[in-house]
Each structure stands twice: as structure tokens, then as C-alpha cells.
């Protein structure tokens, strides 16, 4: 659920209406529902993370710039986000990939209003180079396991249950 003062109120309010025999609210001309949905809050609404991770050939800005963005447009595909359904990125690289942030390719997206944030990969011995990974924290009406993340690229044998595949 996003975090705000009426998604809170919308909580404590659901789990009260939860204990009220149902009865008590038949014959009411307005749901729970229409009176939240005014407001912009939405029953199932929840911060979810999505995953995601690419590989390039080599340090360069311009390759870290198309392998974010192409990564990031299938996460926006494949979950049917729009911009104002993201909350926040991290984004982190190997200790081989230093050329340009990958955020910036975000930015150039037009996630201007975005929390991003980029770091450094621990550098685990015999761990994937070349790689950048993301997680976005999401708000969205969508249950986990509709939740699609992303491997593209070298990134696959991460998590070849996540690969790249048409859907």
C-alpha cells in the first residue's frame, strides 16, 4: 500500500469494517470502495519491488546508457507501469562499470520525479561482470506472483527462470 496519511486511515478503517458484521453497512447508497477511490486510494493498491539486471561488452558510457534503458522499457512493458506508479530505483553496477551512472538513463526517460539511486555490486569472486542491476519499488494493484522481472542479456543465467521471454 503507498505510503500516505489515507493510506493509513484506509487501513485501520477496512480492519474495523472487517469486524462489523457486514450486514450493518447493506442498504448504504456508497461501497468502501467509491468513497477511497475519490480520494485516490484503491483496495489492493501495494509497494511491491521488481527486478531487474542486463550485461554490456564493455565500459562505455554509451552502452550502460542503452542496456538501462532498454532493461528498464521492458520492466515499464511487462508490468504495465506508467511513471507516476514508481516510486523508487537503486541501481547497482559491477566494480568494472564506472563510464556514466545508469540512472541518468532513467532520467532521460523521463523519471524526473523518481527517487534513483546508484551503487556498487559487492564484488564477489567469480560473481557475473559487466552487469547492472535494478530494483524498483513499485505501486501497483498487481499480486507478486504477476510481478515480472526482468533478466536480459548475459544477466539470464542470474536467474534463468526470470529470463528474457515473450508474453
Given amino acids: 500500500m503507498p505510503c500516505t496519511l489515507t493510506s493509513i486511515i484506509y487501513s485501520v478503517c477496512l480492519q474495523v469494517s472487517r469486524t462489523i458484521e457486514t450486514s450493518l453497512f447493506d442498504g448504504f447508497p456508497v461501497s468502501i470502495q467509491e468513497v477511497f477511490s475519490e480520494k485516490g486510494v484503491y483496495l489492493g493498491m501495494y509497494c511491491r519491488g521488481i527486478r531487474g539486471a542486463t550485461t554490456i561488452e564493455r565500459n562505455d558510457r554509451e552502452e550502460i546508457l ?86 536480459i542479456r548475459g544477466a539470464v543465467n542470474l536467474r534463468p527462470s526470470f529470463g528474457s521471454i515473450s508474453r
Fill in 66 to 151: 542503452a542496456a538501462t534503458t532498454e532493461l528498464l522499457q521492458l520492466l515499464v512493458e511487462r508490468n504495465a507501469l506508467q511513471t507516476d506508479d514508481i516510486t523508487s530505483a537503486i541501481f547497482t553496477m559491477t566494480e568494472d562499470l564506472n563510464a556514466e551512472f545508469p540512472a541518468l538513463a532513467a532520467r532521460y526517460m523521463g523519471w524526473t520525479e523518481v527517487a534513483l539511486m546508484c551503487m556498487r555490486e559487492i564484488p564477489v569472486p567469480g560473481s557475473l561482470s559487466s552487469c547492472i542491476r535494478v530494483l524498483l519499488h513499485v505501486n501497483t494493484t498487481r499480486s507478486l506472483s504477476e510481478i515480472q522481472h526482468v533478466y
